[in-house]
């Protein structure tokens, strides 16, 4: 017989409490028992019961289950989900057959027969765990989905590097390992995660996607792991993480530079054990999730300095594909700002049809810093700001001056400058990744955060 999962039981008599607690110990995952029927509520949200025994009759002398009723009621307010058995005298069968129909889940008699309780107690988790699943598949639904909505974009490529990009992902098409994207800021790593998994034996299962950069650190655990009612002051409501919603599809961690060592220790755990928990349980989860992560830090730098774990490295990267800067990608520059020309000319409607030659030029000489993202900002600057001429020219791409990386002057002993050009340096380094930049200074982002707005400030005054 599975595990009944957590009990909470109800009852005046403690005897009774007693006696129940005694004979469904050994099956059930924990058990608390209360007289108190107003205590219920702090239960479901401090224990957060799968399966509520309840008892019809509180009062001294009551036989008419009218009570037994009214905490039932109670109950669904709160949990509308909850599963709630009665206890019934022996031949109460008219008020058993009431409860079932005011939301109880079934009843046992009392006194009860063990054989026939642990029956009911059994059903009542197998339909608890199809609930849970239930709301699973609901977001995993909305999910899919969202990822249809999700257009798929042509990726535009035909130097040698995209080729073996666009090679390496098919080989991949056929095997469930886990994927390591590699590259500069805006060079395409979110399209290939996708294009990877559109190719993939899990293409019809859903493709969850969290960008590690933008949550806040605090809550990256109840995000990946989700949590129980009740596991923190907000946690009004039990919640799946993405690693459960993603289970039987794939799951990509986009900026995985910027997960802390704590939370590279709990990933590394469920990774190799296939199996979480959630924030405020002990209970565990089997996941089943394809791994496609993304970075534009250089992780093995941050192994050598301490700040990513070796162990996880090797587990995610069984296949690593390098997204080359776009300034290295040679004729793919042009072959990407036509199709960028194209597409934003009939977005906005106008007439263009190309590129002159100088144009051409000026495009491939400048250097993309921003790589893909650049590009394509600057084709739709230059076709919203043209006037329906026909070809653009260079002096229509504004673009900027290559970044010259202001010289430390060594006899320059001004402290505030001497930070100042570090914090530069640190970002210039991590490619403007805040955590990343925080970890080279050896201070927290909140602090990388209140130097930046003071010098913003200062420069503004
Ligand atoms: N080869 C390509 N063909 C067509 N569009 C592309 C290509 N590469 C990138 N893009 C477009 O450039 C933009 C940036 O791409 P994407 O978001 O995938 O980059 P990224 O490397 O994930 O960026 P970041 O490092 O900021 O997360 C997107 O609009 C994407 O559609």
């Known amino acids: 017989m599975d595990k009944l999962g957590k ?9 009774v409490l007693f006696a129940l607690n005694l004979l469904l110990e050994p099956y059930a995952e924990k058990i608390k028992v209360t007289t108190q029927p107003e205590r219920i509520e702090h239960f479901i949200n401090t224990f957060n019961p799968d399966i509520l025994l309840l008892d019809m009759n509180f009062s001294k002398d009551a036989s008419s289950g009218q009570e037994g009723f009214y905490w039932l009621e109670k109950i669904l ?3 509308p989900e909850a599963i709630v058995i009665f206890m019934t005298a ?26 026939r309780l642990l029956g009911t107690l059994s059903s009542a988790m197998k339909l608890k765990k199809s609930r849970t699943e239930i709301t699973v598949l609901k977001q995993q639904v909305a999910s899919l989905t969202d990822s249809d909505r999700k257009s798929t974009t ?10 073996d990009i666009f090679e390496t992902i098919q080989k991949l098409s056929e095997t469930d390992t886990n994927i390591l994207i590699l590259g500069e800021n805006g060079t395409g790593k979110d399209l290939i995660a996708k294009a990877i998994y559109r190719n993939s034996l899990r293409k019809n299962a859903v493709f969850i996607e969290i960008d590690m950069g933008s949550i806040p650190e605090n809550l990256f655990e109840s995000e990946l792991f989700g949590y129980e009612k009740g596991a923190f002051t907000d946690a ?10 993603a289970t039987g599809g794939t799951l990509f961690l986009d900026e995985i530079g910027n997960l802390s060592l704590a ?4 990933l590394l755990t469920a990774i190799e054990k296939k199996k979480i928990s959630k924030l405020g349980s002990t209970r565990d989860i089997d ?4 791994l496609i992560c993304a970075t534009n830090t250089d992780l093995y730098a941050m192994v050598e300095e301490g700040h990513f774990r070796q162990d996880l490295l090797y587990r995610l990267n069984t296949i690593e594909i390098h997204l080359p800067p776009l300034r290295d990608r040679g004729n793919d520059i042009i072959l990407l700002a036509k199709h ?18 100088d144009a051409q030029k000026k495009l491939m000489q400048y250097a993309w810093p921003g790589n893909v993202r650049e590009l394509q900002h600057a084709i739709e600057r230059a076709v919203i700001l043209s006037d329906n001429r026909q070809i653009l020219h260079a002096e229509n791409f504004m673009l900027k001056p290559p970044h010259t990386e202001r010289k430390i002057e060594n006899d320059n002993l001004n402290l505030g400058q001497i930070e100042k050009n570090t914090i530069e340096k640190a970002l210039k380094r991590s490619n403007g990744n805040i955590s990343r930049a925080a970890q080279l200074l050896g201070i927290t982002r909140y602090s990388l955060y209140r130097k930046l707005e003071k010098d913003n400030d200062t420069t503004q005054l």
């Not at 996941?287 to 394809?290: E, L, Q, Y």
């Open 77 to 79: 307010k709160i949990d």
């Open 7 to 15: 009990i909470l039981i109800i009852d005046d008599n403690e005897d």
């Open 263 to 266: 939370m590279q220790a709990k």
């Open 287 to 290: 996941i089943d999730v394809r």
């Open 154 to 163: 042509e990726i535009i490529g035909s130097s040698d590097a995209m080729q």
């Open 340 to 357: 960028f020309l194209e597409k934003y000319s009939r977005k906005y409607k106008k007439q263009i049809s190309g590129l002159g030659r």
């Open 236 to 245: 009004r409501k039990e919640k799946s993480g993405r690693m459960e919603i």
């Open 90 to 115: 022996y031949s109460d069968t008219v008020n058993a057959v009431k409860a079932i129909k005011c939301g109880a889940t079934d009843y046992v008699s009392k006194p009860w027969q063990k054989e």
